[in-house]
């Protein structure tokens, strides 16, 4: 089938991002090298094309013009974005962030998507682990834990596995299928950005690559106690998780949007609101004329909720660090473990990499997050105009590695679920992982609701 090509001519339009080279996701690392597009000082590529045909498939896929003008989410610049090129990552041209390649290799996604929902229903059938002790013998599948915390009555601990394990993920994985194919096949139901829009309010908490840590760390701890094999669920599971974060290093979810609902032309000068659920840059009203989400300049009240959820997490992390996170008992004898109990186990059972591991994901990763929180409310009420570019980055990293401080979570969650396994081992869950857990739940709410424009707005950038 004949390719055909996005033309492209220069326009001259306030405001243009950077375009930089995107490295091989690896390990779900990504690697940059800045690369600056090529153009002339007043003029910018733009795509004028309304249409374009993807020929990679026996199915043509009509692709919409990208909107002309973009608000960036981290500092609510607006700005104008470089044509999308394979191999490159577009950055906004004052603070920094990503802006998306925009583009979605849809005839890579569809595939990926279906092994991924394939691969996730046999994650959950087939055993992750087989453990062997006086001669009886026991299979932990993911659900494991979840079944672990509600033996012991833990519902709040067992409903964030359950979330972080199979709903978040699997229900994304789920709608970004459905999304796909309703672009490839041309059918817009009037449910589609709205189903879209939950599927993305799931992404933070999307945590399998977490758990798969948690899972391996599980195993560590057992060996001195158990006799432990890797079942063909644990081989399942890493697949699965590298064929996501090969997803995300290849779609730009942002650009989607635009499939399902192309964006409407914005007037120069006019006032405009961003969406910041689907970017869409729309005259002011009260939702968002694409996901119909309810449409703010800024997140109302972020300041007082976000401080509200920080010092809530500071008091909680007391508890969280002085009460036994689980306690295990075999043949009678009890070992009760804080965070940092454990960790010193590990260090004098010459676990030294396991030990770096866990404390820097319970120990190190908390504090970072909320001693970073509250610089940057702080930030808010003494702009720091040479620092905005490196408080953009600090939320960032905040946002980034939040999920990380749930692998203590998922560690307990395990180990509790031994109870129901011919009770080979009795892991008690403690106070400790209940507080923890709410630890991490706070952060990873308060990095969502602080509104990073507010930074910008405050030194007065966004006020020329």
Partial sequence: MKKMWLRTEPSGRPGGSALTVRGTFLALVKLSIS??????????????????????????????????????????????????????????????????????????????????????????????????????????TPMTGVYGFLHYGNWPMALFAFVGIVFAPFGRTVILLIAVQCVRTGWRPRWLPRLYRFGEDLRPWAMLDVFLVGALISMTKLHDLVRVEIAPGLWVLMALVWTLALLDSLFDRHRLWDFIQAPDAVPPGAHTVSCIHCSLLQPPAQNCRRCRAHLNPRKPESVQITWALVISAVILYIPANLYPVFTIVSFGHGNTSTIIGGVRQLMQSGDWPLAVIIFIASIVVPLIKLIGLAWLLVAIRRPQPLRLRANTRLHRLIEVIGRWSSTDVFVAALLSGLVTLQNLATVVPGPGVLAFGAVVFLTMVATMTFDQRLLWDAAGTNDE
């Fill in 35 to 140: 690369k600056p597009l090529a153009r002339e000082p007043d003029r910018q590529p733009q795509l004028t094309a309304d249409t374009a045909i993807h020929s990679h498939t026996g199915d043509a896929v009509l692709e919409p013009a990208e909107a002309a003008l973009k608000a960036c989410r981290a500092c609510g610049l607006v700005q104008s974005l470089p044509a999308p090129r394979p191999g490159h990552d577009r950055k906004c041209e004052r603070c920094g962030e990503s802006m998306g390649s925009g583009l979605l290799h849809l005839d890579i996604a569809l595939p990926l998507l279906m092994a991924a929902v394939i691969a996730f229903m046999i994650a959950l059938a087939v055993p992750l682990t087989r453990i062997e002790q006086s001669g009886q013998h026991a299979e932990a």
